[in-house]
């Protein structure tokens, strides 16, 4: 956030008259969650609070997101755009964003997630599954088993899913590569890692190369 608030002297401010657009981001998946606006006062108390608050136009005061049902916008990062009339927020959602129950304001997650979004999805179900450990749930007998137990069906799809890419229809390799990146994930979970630390060596090894 210091590289943020050197910019903070940017903003114009003027041109909303004292109000700029913040659209709000899911920090993981990427999926936009709802578009506010935010005065001065609205910044400070986001930063302050860590919970992202807006200017409500139609009740002429600050509001922070999730207020009355709790699910509250828990702040990431925030970002100013070119011309400094606009914010990105990224933010951890604690429940719906939209009061009509959809995670997102722009209609349900499925519609308006990125692509790959659902990976970061998966990522934090199974992290949530480590914790919780549900009864009756697969995940559940997955980290019980422990990570020899893991390991081997990380083997196990490993190995169908790469009989799959020679010998069968693209169905079946979808299938088992699906498998794969379940399992994986929650070996990695096991370890105390997840898709994200993937993601950074990926970024690295390709940052090194480039």
Known sequence: ??????KLSRLDWAKGDGLLPAIVQHWLSGEVLMLG???AEALAQTQASGHVTFY????????????????????????????ADTLLIQAAPHGPTCHLGTSSCFGDSADVRPPL???AELNALVEHRHV??????YTTRLFDGGIRRIAQKVG??????ALAAVAQDDDELLGEA???VFHLTVALRARGLGLADVTRVLAERHARRG
């Open 37 to 39: 606006y935010m005065d």
């Open 178 to 180: 699906a498998d794969l």
């Open 156 to 161: 196990e799809e490993g190995v169908e899913t």
């Open 117 to 119: 979004g659902f990976l």
């Open 56 to 83: 409500s136009r139609s009740k002429q005061r600050l509001w922070t997101k999730g207020e009355s049902s709790g699910h509250v916008l828990a702040l990431k990062s925030m970002r100013i755009d070119c011309d």
């Open 132 to 137: 919780e450990r549900p009864p009756g749930s």
């Open 1 to 6: 956030m210091t590289d943020f608030n050197a």
